[in-house]
């Protein structure tokens, strides 16, 4: 069982920056895949970012590509996304979520077992 705390949300003028932490509870941490999902009001909870277990495979989506960038400290059981050149649409509640594999790039709600409570990204224009 893992559970994962988000922190790090709030609100930020277009083109700052924020960086999000999921911090996991539990000793396997380091065998969770990671991913970073959002959710606008009224739409789908779309993938944002993953990262496997050593943190050296990442992917993201192509709508935050060379903005956002994801990794994670094992050592202190965090995932991190850090957030560059913010724009409005990226307003959202984000959500970090765990899969109990090493690796692999996993893009679906359903192929995560485990999700925090999301934290709120707000990006005025």
């Known amino acids: 069982q893992v559970q994962l705390v988000e922190s790090g949300g709030g609100l930020v003028q277009a083109g700052g920056s924020l960086r999000l932490s999921c911090a996991a509870s539990?000793?396997?941490?380091?065998?969770?895949?990671m991913g970073w999902f959002r959710q606008a009001p009224g739409k789908e909870r779309e993938f944002v970012a993953n990262i496997n277990w050593t943190g050296g495979v990442t992917n993201v989506a192509d709508s935050v590509k060379g903005r956002f960038t994801i990794s994670r400290d094992n050592a202190k059981r965090t995932v991190y996304l850090q957030m560059n050149s913010l724009k409005p649409e990226d307003t959202a509640v984000y959500y970090c979520?765990?899969?109990?594999?090493?690796?692999?790039?996993?893009?679906?709600?359903?192929?995560?077992?485990?999700w925090g409570q999301g934290t709120q990204v707000t990006v005025s224009s």
């Open positions: 539990g000793r396997t941490f380091s065998s969770y895949a």
């Open positions: 979520a765990a899969r109990r594999t090493y690796s692999g790039d996993y893009r679906r709600r359903d192929e995560y077992d485990y």
